[in-house]
């Protein structure tokens, strides 16, 4: 079966994942290796490992926006890879405290807009390389400065016609292989057609516009300096911000390519969390970027007919051994190849009609996954993420407000009658409207508080009731209860 059928979806899903590795580490503003390693690792160790039948863990375009701020930020890649070890460990404890159902507890909306975001940012990654500019450390500034005169000013001295001719027929391959008439081609996977292409096409390059892998490529790796462990906060910050993002991540991934296998095989969600914990803390030793779960490596192994997870470990496999026995076929790549690829994918996050299905929810669906968006651009990830998530809330808190009780007036033999009927759940969250409901009970009324249908009444509203009893009798309200229960509320002054 492995020969047949894993072996077959391996090899097809090594083809699609070696020319993201080498574009996700130069997106993310880390060596070259580093993604070929991460995809090494995520096929060997994290598959070994892992329950998943189908799910396939490498480099993840959804991390490049942070990886990048952090290694920036810490000024060292080998200071970075602390913070890659710090998120395995984070990820190692969530498995443990079986938290695997975490990801449920992030509105859908705000994930969408996290993943729009970064795809919107990746595209504008993508610019430099696309005119040739030879040097792709230079964004390091955020959005916004991408554009500014310098930067301007840079790209017109660097503009490369045969980088731009590359890229332009590289996406262009990339259109004509999504239409119906290239099905015949869709054993061959487009990002190895593109490569292929650039290789050929690549003769006028300057070998600052190739990829550019060591032929020895162990002896080049870096390791993390553990004894800049405790040597600055911002490691343990960047460390658990990765670890959480990761972590969704992988969850949301899992969940998908649960809904892809045809035997329907569940994903036990907190062992993949160790699994997935082990590989990120082995590539901060190892001097890899951090890893993932990822769609389209996942999606790619089951429509090539993957049975179990040999599959995987068997692209891992075939990672190691392009770089150690062809590493010179990599290096002829262009960086012009791996720009159009990552626009692509970039695109696929954040294509007009996810906008459009999320307008079409309404706003309380849209404008958290807008504003997501919005902040992440102009702030950073874990502010935008902040900004929309207190968004949700605020919606279910209004929600909340509204659903969980119900005044009914009404007039009875000249005397004002009030029901307020309790629902399901009345929590602290409904307090503040609660009490100006009952301040707003006219004098010489009745009032009837109804709870029969309550599964549960928080203290504070039970205090709050039981505090109006003593005013309702100063005000000659009529007070009526069912199925509330009275609390001392004396005991408290």
């Given at each position: 079966m492995w020969l047949r059928h894993d072996f077959a979806a391996g090899l097809s899903v090594f083809l699609v994942a070696l020319p993201l590795c080498l574009g996700i580490a130069l997106a993310s503003g880390a060596p070259l290796y580093a993604g070929?390693?991460?995809?090494?690792?995520?096929?060997?160790?994290?598959?070994?490992?892992?329950?998943?039948?189908?799910?396939?863990?490498?480099?993840?375009?959804?991390?490049?926006t942070l990886v990048a701020a952090n290694i920036i930020m810490l000024g060292n890649y080998q200071v970075f890879l602390l913070a890659v070890i710090i998120?395995?460990?984070?990820?190692?404890?969530?498995?443990?405290?079986?938290?695997?159902?975490?990801?449920?507890?992030?509105?859908?909306?705000?994930?969408?807009?996290?993943?729009?975001?970064?795809?919107?940012?990746?595209?504008?990654?993508?610019?430099?390389?696309?005119?040739?500019?030879?040097?792709?450390?230079?964004?390091?500034t955020g959005l916004l400065n991408l554009f500014s005169s310098g930067n301007i000013t840079a790209f017109s001295h660097h503009i490369n016609n045969a980088s731009l001719i590359i890229f332009v027929v590289s996406l262009v391959l990339l259109g004509l292989l999504r239409q119906s008439f290239a099905k015949k081609l869709h054993f061959i996977p487009?990002?190895?057609?593109?490569?292929?292409?650039?290789?050929?096409?690549?003769?006028?390059?300057?070998?600052?516009?190739?990829?550019?892998?060591?032929?020895?490529?162990?002896?080049?790796?870096?390791f993390p300096e553990f004894n800049q462990l405790f040597s600055d906060m911002q490691i343990w910050k960047g460390g658990l911000i990765i670890g959480l993002l990761a972590t969704l991540e992988t969850l949301l991934c899992i969940e998908a390519i649960d809904k892809l296998d045809r035997h329907n095989r569940i994903t036990p969600l907190n062992r993949?969390?160790?699994?997935?914990?082990?590989?990120?803390?082995?590539?901060?030793?190892?001097?890899a970027i951090p890893l993932t779960a990822v769609v389209v490596r996942g999606a790619a192994n089951?429509?090539?007919?993957?049975?179990?997870?040999?599959?995987?470990?068997?692209?891992?496999?075939?990672?190691?051994?392009?770089?150690?026995?062809?590493?010179?076929?990599?290096?002829?790549?262009?960086?012009?190849?791996?720009?159009?690829?990552?626009?692509?994918?970039?695109?696929?996050?954040?294509q007009p009609k996810l906008y459009k299905n999320v307008f079409s929810l309404g706003w309380k669906q849209f404008l958290p996954f807008i504003l997501?968006?919005?902040?992440?651009?102009?702030?950073?990830?874990?502010?935008?993420?902040?900004?929309?998530?207190?968004?949700?809330?605020?919606f279910i808190i209004q929600n909340n407000f509204r659903a969980e009780y119900k005044v009914t007036r009404t007039?009875?033999?000249?005397?004002?009658?009030?029901?307020?009927?309790?629902?399901?759940?009345?929590?602290?969250?409904n307090k503040v409207k609660l009490k100006k409901a009952l301040d707003e009970v006219p004098e010489h009324s009745i009032l009837t508080i109804d709870a029969s249908n309550c599964n549960?009444?928080?203290?504070?509203?039970?205090?709050?009731?039981?505090?109006?009893?003593?005013?309702?009798k100063d005000r000659h309200i009529t007070l009526n209860t069912i199925g509330i229960e009275k609390v001392n509320v004396t005991a408290i002054h």
């Open positions: 070929l390693l991460s995809g090494m690792i995520g096929g060997i160790i994290v598959a070994a490992i892992s329950a998943s039948s189908l799910a396939v863990s490498g480099p993840a375009a959804g991390l490049t998120a395995g460990a984070f990820q190692i404890l969530l498995g443990l405290l079986k938290l695997g159902a975490i990801a449920n507890y992030f509105p859908s909306a705000v994930i969408k807009g996290m993943l729009a975001a970064i795809g919107i940012i990746l595209i504008a990654k993508q610019i430099p390389l696309a005119l040739g500019y030879d040097r792709p450390d230079f964004w390091t487009a990002p190895l057609l593109v490569a292929g292409l650039g290789i050929l096409l690549a003769f006028p390059l300057k070998k600052t516009q190739l990829v550019n892998i060591p032929t020895d490529i162990f002896s080049s790796i870096s993949e969390l160790i699994a997935q914990g082990i590989g990120n803390m082995a590539c901060g030793i190892m001097g089951v429509d090539a007919g993957a049975r179990t997870k040999m599959s995987a470990i068997t692209h891992g496999v075939l990672l190691l051994l392009a770089v150690v026995l062809i590493p010179f076929v990599l290096n002829r790549i262009p960086y012009a190849s791996l720009s159009a690829i990552l626009l692509n994918t970039g695109y696929n996050l954040t997501t968006i919005v902040m992440i651009l102009v702030t950073d990830l874990l502010i935008g993420v902040s900004i929309g998530l207190l968004l949700s809330v605020y007039v009875i033999h000249g005397f004002e009658t009030e029901l307020i009927k309790l629902n399901s759940n009345v929590t602290f969250l549960f009444i928080d203290y504070d509203i039970l205090e709050i009731i039981s505090e109006f009893e003593n005013k309702a």
